[in-house]
DNA sequence: ACAAACAAGTCTGTATTGCAAACTGGTATG
DNA sequence: CATACCAGTTTGCAATACAGACTTGTTTGT
């Protein structure tokens, strides 16, 4: 029992690969509204409704709705908990992914 | 509909954290006994057999089981194809944990 | 005026699956 | 003889991802 579990710390929220593809698309663009993550996610509006609310309610992002005319907008950005967590998560991976490597020819 | 789901490309199999923790201790070691995985992941016997199981009938890894004196050894070593799964995994994790912009104070 | 399509969801149902714990079967040890 | 180790298989449960149907309001097409 016990060990060093370090690997189990990965962040689930972040891991699942519908929404760390969210999320990157967040952190790089900082900003998005839903149907652009809906068309390049690829994801069902029902599906990025839906992990967007999960991340909401981590706190990972914070969703806005604006109004553009009559036309609801929903705007997207992480939060800076969103940013910390997916810098320790990639940092986490990074540890995983390329460990020091050792004699392998 | 289509955009393009290259992310939706991660191995299902290898994103797994558990699995991933195995795989990747596999890929450094190159071989490795039920114990080792065992205490090295924190897993339970049950849970990382079904775990190995699973990368077994992927053709991800090769289970040999063997005596030493009576006591049964079970060895998991990565197949070519794990290990080109895996490298696969790893550079498509690339692209998306350390994405080429970064326009952002 | 009416139909259709868009925007942004919510809700439901299904199917997977990860996980722990119990049980199995054989061996060594006290 | 009872306990503990090794290596599992099976079972049961809980979470959840995903698609698709349904909703509400708005704009556009004819």
New binding site residues.
């Given amino acids: 029992m016990s060990a060093t579990p370090r690997w189990?710390d990965l962040d689930?929220?972040i891991h699942?690969?519908?929404?760390l593809m969210i999320v990157t698309l967040l952190y790089a663009v900082e900003e998005a509204?839903?149907?652009y993550l809906?068309h390049e996610t690829?994801?069902?509006?029902?599906?990025?409704?839906?992990?967007?609310?999960?991340l909401e309610e981590a706190g990972y992002v914070r969703?806005t709705?604006t109004f553009?005319?009559?036309?609801?907008?929903?705007?997207?950005a992480l939060t800076p908990e969103g940013r910390q967590a997916f810098e320790t998560y990639r940092q986490r991976l990074s540890h995983l992914i390329h460990p020091p490597i050792q004699g392998d020819p």
Same sequence: chains 1, 2.
């Fill in positions: 189990q689930r929220l699942e690969p519908a929404r509204d839903f149907l809906l690829g994801l069902t509006k029902g599906n990025l409704s839906t992990h967007l609310s999960k969703i709705k553009r005319g009559k036309i609801p907008r929903t705007l997207v």
